[in-house]
């Protein structure tokens, strides 16, 4: 463990498939580059949809002995990811030293929900509790689900604890090559403070470049919080998945152990999945809304309350008791306030285009890029150009299929054998800017660093 807690701030990036001409390829990236290579691995998860069912088990173990280990808790979750929506389930039963009062009850189940714009949280308790539910805003879907991405496949391998890929300090982001290990590693500081918390990734070429190990440590370097991958497996072609993953947190000596159980890939989910509906008597806390209610029959409108237990004040909320004129019309009040949550999904860009960053790799062509409007019509694509740095457009089909996709060839030049990249510019009707494109592809073996 004294190798673990000495390790530097590293980033790593890189992409695609197994590719013995990627694979050893020259260390001389700049960490721009392998954000980009890393973003475009990521891309082709993006991509996919990903069911996953796990089970997870943390221990706290002695600090002189770590052999010495006591069970804390068992989690088993259901969770199903999209580039769009993700969902989880979790049910939680803690094993305390001591049964901390009189009726504890161990287990709590925790349903979480992302779309776009919101996130809802339901919380339920085996016995006669009252549920409690949260609604919250988001801007992005990666904001706030930081939390939750642990328990998700795609945020097992590709979430940084919590921080927003743009928040990297590239300015004095450093980038290696363990060539001991096969493995690439780029220290970084996240956010613009000096004091900012450092990340380090473990990069596996051999994996598709996928982050396989990351470490969350202070400005000074303390070790905060390690997360790693291992057992990788490819239920889908090209794509690895990792089935068991692991957190080890040195300060408060806790390790927690991931096991996945089953994986399916690309197969449909229902879209009330991920905006499912709280129960009867649920307690709802709208921040959104600015309100709490109770979610009564189906039939009737939800109706306000106050909740004893919430310290809560100034919220548009009734009191109780109120003459039942008042509560009907604070409760159309907030049914009127519900709906108005079905138009905050509402996209202002006419086109869907993803993905927006691709890996060109030396055997491969054709890529597929999809295009979609949010109309019934098929957007027009106009003209294009492409500008490319060892990388070359062969072809372009102008017309997008019925499966609404446009396939480009975009070729490797042999010659150039450093970091290549290239920019596509598609300009659709309808559309003031053109939609970009960024093609990627990793150092070839035989690069020589310069």
Excluded at 37 to 65: H, V
Excluded at 221 to 238: A, V, Y
Excluded at 292 to 309: A, F, H, L
Aim: charged content about 25%.
């Amino acid at each position: 463990m004294n190798s673990i807690s000495s390790l530097r701030f590293l980033v790593i990036v890189t992409i695609a498939t197994v590719i013995p001409m990627i694979a050893s390829a020259d260390a001389n990236l700049t960490p721009e580059q392998v954000v980009l290579l890393m973003k475009a691995s990521r891309e082709q998860y993006n991509s996919n949809s990903i069911d996953a069912k796990m089970e997870a088990t943390s221990y706290q173990y002695d600090a002189n002995d770590e052999t010495e280990t006591n069970l804390r808790m068992t989690r088993e979750i259901v969770s199903s990811w999209t580039r769009k929506k993700s969902y989880s389930r979790i049910v939680r039963t803690t094993y305390p030293d001591v049964i901390p009062h009189e009726g504890y009850t161990p287990t709590i189940i925790e349903t979480s929900g992302f779309t776009p714009k919101r996130f809802k949280r339901l919380i339920e308790v085996p016995d006669n509790r009252t549920p409690r539910g949260v609604i919250r805003a988001v801007s992005s879907l990666e904001e706030h689900r930081h939390f939750y991405n642990f328990y998700t496949i795609y945020g097992a391998m590709w979430d940084f604890f919590g921080w927003p890929w743009e928040k990297m300090n590239l300015d004095k982001a450093t980038v290696t090559r363990d060539e001991k290990n096969d493995l690439y590693i780029m220290k970084v500081q996240m956010g613009s403070s000096p004091k900012g918390r450092l990340i380090i990734l473990y990069i596996d070429p051999s994996k598709n470049f996928i982050p396989v190990k990351k470490e969350f440590l202070t400005y000074d370097g303390t070790l905060l919080t390690t997360f790693g991958c291992s057992d990788f497996r490819q239920p889908e072609i090209g794509l690895w998945i990792p089935y068991q993953y692991s957190v080890f947190a040195p300060r408060v000596h806790i390790r927690i152990i991931y096991e996945v159980l089953n994986v399916k890939v690309n197969e449909p989910i229902a879209d009330d999945l991920f905006d499912f509906e709280f129960p009867i008597g649920t307690i709802v806390y709208d921040e959104i809304l600015n309100l709490r209610y109770k979610i009564e029959d189906v039939n009737r409108p939800q109706s306000p309350v106050v909740d004893p237990c919430s310290e809560v004040t100034g919220t548009a909320v009734g009191t109780l008791p109120v003459k039942e004129e008042a509560l009907v019309a604070a409760a159309s009040r907030a049914k009127e306030l519900l709906a108005a949550h079905a138009s905050a999904d509402t996209v202002s860009s006419q086109i869907e285009v993803s993905p927006l960053t691709v890996l060109v790799t030396p055997d491969k062509y054709e890529y597929k890029i999809s295009i979609k409007g949010y109309s019934d019509t098929k957007p027009v694509l106009l003209s294009y150009k492409f500008e490319g740095d060892g990388l070359e457009l062969s072809a372009l089909n102008n017309l997008i299929d019925n499966e609404n996709r446009l396939l480009v060839n975009v070729n490797r030049l042999r010659s150039h054998t450093g970091f290549a990249s290239g920019i596509l510019f598609l300009y659709f009707e309808g559309e003031n800017k053109p939609v970009e494109i960024r093609f990627v592809s990793a150092p070839l073996a035989n690069a020589q660093s310069n």
